[in-house]
């Protein structure tokens, strides 16, 4: 089969891939992704971000997926007006059965829009990282605003993923090395 001729239009450039590999590389400095998260939520505040309703599927009132009743995929968006770029986040999860094929429960991608043109620029393939960053940047920087001096232990309710990326970045806003962990599992 001969390949699909575009007479009248000009060869376009593939978005940019990024995986986890290289994003990983790119966001080491938990000062840095606080500060942005900072900002982020300054704009939001002063009604500069929009962001649509989440889309969510595989939970009532659909169906389940067949990847099991925990299953679900959220699909959020959003922009700062005037920016360059807007960005959809899709993020598939809650698959527990993923852990017995050696595959992580959790993933997703997001998606690089440009705002000028609506054209894909980017896909990174985060995996679910960049949300797990995120939360753990906003959790530090709550700390960091709200936090006593002094912290002497930090409580954790939680031994997983979160709860990882949550103490590395409070390393960045306090001193205190001493967590307290609850978890529902021993191991």
């Not at 390949?3 to 840095?32: C, H, N, S, W, Y």
């Not at 993923?161 to 967590?179: E, G, I, K, P, Y």
Request: hydrophobic share 45%; net charge positive; aromatic share 6%.
């Amino acid at each position: 089969m001969e390949g699909l001729k575009m007479t009248g239009v000009a060869q376009l450039p593939r978005p940019l891939l990024f995986d986890l590999g290289e994003i990983g590389k790119a966001v080491r400095d938990p000062q840095t992704i606080i500060h942005g998260q900072a900002a982020g939520f300054r704009a939001y505040s002063l009604g500069q971000v929009c962001v649509p309703p989440v889309q969510s599927m595989g939970q009532p009132p659909m169906p389940a997926f067949l990847a099991g009743p925990e299953a679900q995929t959220c699909i959020k968006s959003g922009y700062v007006k005037g920016a360059d770029h807007f960005v959809v986040k899709i993020a598939p999860g809650g698959v527990s059965e993923n852990e017995k094929r050696g595959l992580p429960t959790n993933t997703g991608l997001n998606l690089l829009f440009s705002q000028h043109t609506l054209r894909l620029e980017a896909i990174l393939f985060d995996e679910g990282i960049l949300t797990e960053m995120r939360t753990a940047a906003a959790a530090a920087l709550a700390a960091r605003l709200f936090a006593p001096r002094t912290v002497m232990k930090v409580g954790m309710f939680g031994c997983g993923v979160q709860a990882r990326w949550q103490l590395r970045f409070l390393r960045a806003v306090t001193d205190c090395r001493q967590a307290l962990v609850n978890s529902r599992n021993t191991g």
